[in-house]
């Protein structure tokens, strides 16, 4: 009986990891991968801000006249408030990344909820804005976290494509290729504008990236936005 207990306690806490598949994803939880109208894409980052390379990203933006979501880590948002700031100051959006990049699988629900409502309490403070949007480390989702975001208001969201820029090979050709796999009007894009939890100096793969990327969303007539734009309504 005690086993059975635990074995089910056990698939409540993990079950919700599976949609870290991306193909598992997008036939059961369309909705998590935040697709929005077809004429929009939806552009984020995670696991800053970061001084070494987030500016870096602000600068692009800037020069496309282009607002996204910044998934932040509670971590690095403590160590860099007035980064975060500046991001709101720009017309961005924060969201949450957790407050360290972890994976959920290895952390109790009681730690769980617990870092999750801290980084919620650190960003409304330091920026000003309350955050709408989560997005758990890995893409890797636990039941715990799940019911901790619900109580914050919290929408969990993932991706349609990524970059893959974390890697130690990736450059803007290898992150534009990965990209186009899944490009597609409606479609949320990741990113990384910090390489906190990846190869050292990989983000520069990604700021490389960027341009071209901006430019063909904007050549095939799509509106490049934050999460917050693309998402009303659905």
Request: charged share 20%; aromatic share 4%.
């Given at each position: 009986m005690a086993a059975g207990l635990v074995a089910v306690a056990a698939g409540l806490h993990?079950?919700?990891?599976?949609?870290?598949?991306?193909?598992?994803?997008?036939?059961?939880?369309?909705?998590?991968d935040g697709v929005g109208p077809p004429d929009r894409i939806a552009l984020t980052f995670d696991d800053g801000p970061d001084p070494r390379s987030t500016p870096h990203f602000l600068e692009v933006l800037a020069a496309h006249r282009v607002r996204a979501t910044f998934f932040l880590l509670g971590t690095m948002l403590r160590r860099h408030p007035?980064?975060?700031?500046?991001l709101v100051a720009a017309g961005h959006e924060v969201a949450l990344h957790g407050g360290e990049h972890r994976n959920l699988l290895l952390r109790g629900p009681l730690a769980t909820?617990?870092?999750l409502a801290a980084a919620h309490e650190l960003t409304v403070a330091v920026t000003g804005q309350t955050p709408r949007f989560y997005r758990p480390?890995?893409?890797?989702?636990?039941?715990?976290?799940?019911?901790?975001?619900?109580?914050?208001?919290?929408?969990?969201?993932?991706?349609?494509?990524?970059?893959?820029?974390w890697t130690r090979t990736a450059d803007a050709r290898s992150v534009l290729a990965e990209l186009r796999r899944g490009l597609r009007g409606g479609g949320t894009v990741l990113l990384h504008d910090s390489s906190c939890a990846a190869t050292p100096g990989a983000w520069r793969s990604a700021l490389d990236a960027l341009p071209h990327l901006l430019d063909e969303c904007r050549q095939r007539g799509w509106t490049?936005?934050?999460?917050?734009?693309?998402?009303?309504?659905?």
């Open positions: 993990g079950a919700p990891a599976v949609t870290a598949l991306p193909a598992l994803r997008g036939r059961l939880l369309h909705r998590l007035e980064l975060g700031r500046r909820g617990r870092d480390p890995y893409g890797v989702s636990t039941g715990p976290a799940l019911l901790a975001a619900r109580r914050l208001g919290l929408r969990p969201v993932l991706w349609t494509c990524w970059g893959r820029d490049v936005g934050p999460l917050g734009d693309h998402l009303d309504g659905t």
